[in-house]
T-cell receptor, first 114, second 114 residues
Framework: GNSVTQMEGPVTLSEEAFLTINCTYT??????LFWYVQYPGEGLQLLLK?????DKGSNKGFEATYRKETTSFHLEKGSVQVSDSAVYFC?????????????FGAGTTVTVRA | DAEITQSPRHKITETGRQVTLACHQT?????MFWYRQDLGHGLRLIHY???????NKGEVSDGYSVSRSNTEDLPLTLESAASSQTSVYFC?????????????FGPGTRLTVL
């Protein structure tokens, strides 16, 4: 079946540090890949997405590249801010039992200290 | 601005009671989804709907039901609440039925079953 594995947290960083969160997936066919972010007390919101191999999604200084050969979609940001403290979810959308469904990773909690 | 709202935001109930969680979206999206979020599991799909009068079971549908009488609302009912249903519940909607479509999430309802 379809599944997503992302690195376990929590991750604690200092402001301006480099952030990377690893995400790998298993899927049949050609899934679309997403990173969602959940700020404290809020629902999930789309951070970025990529819909085909070698696509790079980017938003708010975050980037992730769809790597079909390594089945990965790692999230990176070069210089984090305190406001980036949140839970980050990697997800894929693929055909499953005749429907397109989102499958989520377990989430990675990131805390950025000033 | 279009949005998706959930009510109540917090709910405490007792084992065996029937509980209904509301979800209302003004995106005019055909597709609506209910997820539960538990530590270590990410989000798991409970039920979903592709339009009025359409409902489908997700991966963790036991003990839950939904009905879709209009485009805007998809209430989630717990027929007889159990402690295992203590969780945070998220409603989401999307415009299309493709693997590339983004889902938009509500702020969540934290349910505690005592």
């Amino acid at each position: 079946g379809n599944s997503v594995t992302q690195m376990e947290g929590p991750v604690t960083l200092s402001e301006e540090a480099f952030l990377t969160i690893n995400c790998t997936y298993t899927a049949t066919g050609y899934p679309s890949l997403f990173w969602y972010v959940q700020y404290p007390g809020e629902g999930l919101q789309l951070l970025l997405k990529a819909t085909k191999a070698d696509d790079k999604g980017s938003n708010k200084g975050f980037e992730a590249t769809y790597r079909k050969e390594t089945t990965s979609f790692h999230l990176e940001k070069g210089s984090v801010q305190v406001s980036d403290s949140a839970v980050y979810f990697c997800a894929l959308s693929a055909l499953h039992s005749n429907d397109y469904k989102l499958s989520f990773g377990a989430g990675t909690t990131v805390t950025v200290r000033a | 601005d279009a949005e998706i709202t959930q009510s109540p935001r917090h709910k405490i109930t007792e084992t065996g009671r029937q509980v209904t969680l509301a979800c209302h979206q003004t995106w005019n999206h055909n597709n609506m989804f209910w997820y539960r979020q538990d530590l270590g599991h990410g989000l798991r799909l409970i039920h979903y709907s592709y339009g009025v009068q359409d409902t489908n079971k997700g991966e963790v549908s036991d003990g839950y039901s939904v009905s879709r009488s209009n485009t805007e609302d998809l209430p989630l009912t717990l027929e007889s609440a159990a402690s295992s249903q203590t969780s945070v519940y998220f409603c989401a909607s999307s415009e299309g039925w493709r693997e590339t479509d983004t889902q938009y999430f509500g702020p969540g309802t934290r349910l505690t079953v005592l």
